[in-house]
């Protein structure tokens, strides 16, 4: 079946730093990439849909200064959490789309953001 | 805008017994329906779907859910839980832009 990665899993980082997460379609290509933020017990919150080649689309509220988004291939797209501050610390979780098939969505596993 | 609504956030069950959890969602247009599960600790698997067709849809792990369009819901069930089935369930709609809109959650918890 089709496979999503991210990289890191698990990341601490110090106020005021900048830290990239990345995710990867293993086995399929997508021109469409999703970043979600889940908080604790909380349910997945959209934060912005990559497209790419193109500029990302964020949700209302998302910061996109904050949360930069590149979609620079078709098997990888990058969300870089800029001056991170402790309330940033949340689960980060990327889906693909893939381009065949039913267009569905593939979850990677989520990378944990700690920010002291 | 769209929304997911998931009524029960926590539930307990016993082994063998039977389960429902409930999913209503609102948006007026065509709409394709999810539910996903995320075990402890793992990624987001996909339980099943609806895009069309037969109301009645089947997943994995004896899991169903129907769609019934004039309540606007989508339940889950599942006739007989296991011990494995301890995760927390997903209801998701998805419209005509591909964004996936999700409830809230509901967490199982099966006593053996």
């Known amino acids: 079946g089709a496979v999503v990665s991210q990289h890191p899993s698990w990341v601490i980082c110090k106020s005021g730093t900048s830290v990239k997460i990345e995710c990867r379609s293993l086995?399929?290509?997508?021109?469409?990439m999703f970043w979600y933020r889940q908080f604790p017990k909380q349910s997945l919150m959209l934060m912005a849909t990559?497209?790419?080649?193109?500029?990302?689309?964020?949700e209302q509220g998302v910061e996109k200064d904050k949360f930069l988004i590149n979609h620079a291939s078709l098997t990888l797209s990058t969300l870089t959490v800029t001056s991170a501050h402790p309330e940033d610390s949340s689960f980060y979780i990327c889906?693909?789309?893939?381009?065949?098939?039913?267009?569905?969505?593939?979850f990677g596993p989520g990378t944990r953001l700690t920010v002291t | 805008a769209q929304s997911v609504s998931q009524h029960n956030h926590h539930v307990i069950l016993s082994e063998a017994a039977s389960l429902e959890l409930g999913c209503n969602y609102s948006?007026?247009?065509?709409?394709?329906l999810f539910w996903y599960v995320q075990y402890p600790g793992q990624h987001l698997q996909l339980l099943l779907k609806y895009f069309s067709g037969d109301p009645l849809v089947k997943g994995i792990k004896g899991f169903e859910a129907e769609f019934i369009k004039s309540k606007f819901s989508f339940n889950l069930r599942k006739p007989s839980v296991q011990w494995s089935d301890t995760a927390e369930y997903f209801c998701a709609v998805r419209d005509s832009s591909y964004k996936l809109i999700f409830g809230s959650g509901t967490r199982l918890l099966v006593r053996p």
């Open positions: 948006y007026g247009g065509t709409v394709n």
């Open positions: 990559s497209n790419e080649g193109s500029k990302a689309t964020y």
């Open positions: 086995d399929f290509q997508a021109t469409t």
């Open positions: 889906s693909a789309r893939d381009m065949g098939g039913a267009y569905e969505q593939y």
